[in-house]
């Protein structure tokens, strides 16, 4: 009974926090390009002046992650997305094509719902914060429960700053005790246009099946391909910080290595320099079990867990400076433990002996449950990069730098984004690193530029039904009949004339 209670006040939490949002969107219908930019200038600043504090909230609600890492990415979601969005025309005529005359006007969606996972709960509120304000929407949130008190200080900043530059109060709203009930009652709200929903498979799809419009993240189990001409010393060096960052939260950070076997002894020797511990045949059996206790299933505990903390739920020993474990491997499925998305630094590696059986591995572990998502390739020969470009089922492929936040944009031209779209190959709507771009729609205004000449539609003659003009004369002439059988000669000899005129003239 007592949690019956809490999911009627979290549901009716969220249901006051729609209706504020709803009042203040309509309300910040009105602001110019200006005032919503100013808007989006202090709140990122604000975010990005607690990224430390945020940071180590995170770490401690959570007990996932790294501090100096959940720094960088609140750093990533707030200044970094800003600069990225900063120039975009996001009120009234974004656009004119004066060769074309069409006028393009941009409009919000409304009242967005903004699901956050527990793996980077501040730096992806602060991020959908942002780019709601951005396009004169609202936004309310629903936090992950493990993660409640840091998303919640995370809008919170994000609210404070807002106002103070001159945003309506209830801009943005939260549930500050949420439950699965309200979360999916949130989504489903009459007055909630448009869903940004990064997490898990379930929720990805519980979004999808709301009947609105969702941006959903499909998941991430991203190959890692060290082709034979990589520089191996550089590539391992920035393989193993990537795995390593924030214990591997990141959706997009690498979960096997595919390596060929000509260069798989430099590339080893190169793991263990950066911190690798390769487990023996016993230790990678008693690892199975820590990280999948069932059949494609993840062990929680592990997600965001260091190296060493994670060999010692295994009663494995290993060195105190150990970045990350891995085990030889030459299966994938989900029976497989090394094979699913691990979600911290635990690596599984593949040899190679051909090319072709380098991307057959990748493709295999894609398909597992990564397509549309990432794949990191490290090579110098651009033919090989084209190659994996035009076949890999993927929706973006980092090459030579850190996949994890090379993906987000932080080491490459790729849009800041901590929402990446899996496409089609992933069930997802767009492929693309979702940003402000894709809050707003955009009507469009078209002159005539072309004159059109219609034909007039030619005389119609209506069909004739000779059968019935047939019928019709006979039972004329036979009502000419007598009793007595006589025949009005001079009448048939008429009717009959009609007729044959009738014909000659069709």
């Known amino acids: 009974m007592v949690q019956l209670d809490q999911d009627l006040q979290s549901i009716q939490e969220m249901r006051n ?5 709803k009042e203040a969107q309509l309300e910040y219908l009105s602001y110019t390009q200006e005032q919503v930019d100013e808007i989006v200038k202090r709140t990122a600043q604000a975010a990005y002046e607690k990224s430390l504090e945020l940071a180590q909230m995170a770490v401690k609600e959570t007990g996932m992650g790294i501090v100096e890492h959940k720094k960088i990415k609140n750093e990533v979601g707030s200044m970094a997305v800003y600069e990225s969005i900063i120039n975009e025309k996001t009120v009234g005529i974004i656009h004119e094509d004066r060769t074309n005359k069409v006028v393009e006007v941009a409009y919000p969606y409304g009242v967005i719902a903004g699901i956050i996972p527990t793996t980077n709960p501040t730096s992806t509120a602060i991020f959908k914060t ?21 998303t919640v200080e995370a809008l919170k900043i994000c609210e404070q700053a807002a106002i103070e530059a001159g945003a309506p109060e209830g801009i943005i709203g939260w549930i500050s005790n949420p439950s699965m009930a309200a979360t999916t009652e949130l989504m489903k709200h009459r007055d909630v246009n448009l869903i940004l929903a990064t997490g898990g498979g379930a929720l990805v799809r519980a979004a999808y099946s709301s009947g609105k419009p969702a941006y959903g993240v499909g998941p991430g189990n991203v190959p890692c391909y060290i082709e034979k001409s990589a520089n191996i010393a550089k590539s391992v060096s920035m393989i193993v910080d990537s795995k390593s960052f924030d214990n591997g939260t990141i959706c997009a950070t690498e979960q096997s290595l595919v390596v060929d076997r000509n260069i798989l002894q430099v590339v080893v020797r190169e793991l263990k320099n950066n911190g690798a511990y390769l487990l023996n045949d016993e230790e990678k059996a008693i690892l199975e079990n820590v990280i999948s206790p069932a059949p494609g299933k993840l062990n929680p505990d592990i997600v965001g867990q260091s190296a060493v903390k994670i060999a010692a739920m295994a009663g494995i020993s290993v060195p105190a400076d150990t970045r990350v474990l891995i085990a030889e491997e030459s299966r994938v499925g989900k029976e497989v433990p090394f094979s699913i998305e691990k979600l911290s630094p635990i690596f599984a590696l593949y040899t190679a002996n051909s090319y072709e059986e380098a991307k057959e591995y990748c493709l295999k572990l894609l398909n597992l449950g990564g397509r549309g998502h990432s794949l990191a390739l490290h090579t110098n020969d651009e033919s090989v990069a084209k190659d994996f470009a035009l076949e890999m089922p993927v929706s973006r492929i980092m090459v030579n730098t850190l996949s994890s936040i090379g993906a987000v944009g932080a080491t490459t031209g790729l849009m800041p984004s901590l ?17 402000a771009r ?40 036979l009502k000419q009949v007598n009793p007595k059988g006589a025949v009005d000669a001079n009448v048939i000899a008429q009717m009959v004339n009609q007729v044959i005129q009738k014909y000659q003239t069709n």
């Open 130 to 150: 942002l780019i709601s304000l951005k396009t004169r929407n609202a936004i309310v949130v629903s936090p992950h429960p493990r993660a409640v008190n840091c």
């Open 438 to 477: 894709h809050l707003i729609n955009i009507k469009r205004m078209a002159y005539g530029i072309r004159d059109a000449s219609i034909p007039k539609p030619s005389t119609v003659i209506q069909p004739k039904d000779d059968a019935k003009d047939v019928e019709f004369i006979v039972d004329q002439v």
């Open 419 to 435: 929402t990446l779209g899996c496409g089609s190959f992933g069930g997802n709507i767009t492929s693309d690193n979702v940003s």
């Open 17 to 21: 926090a729609v209706k504020r949002a």
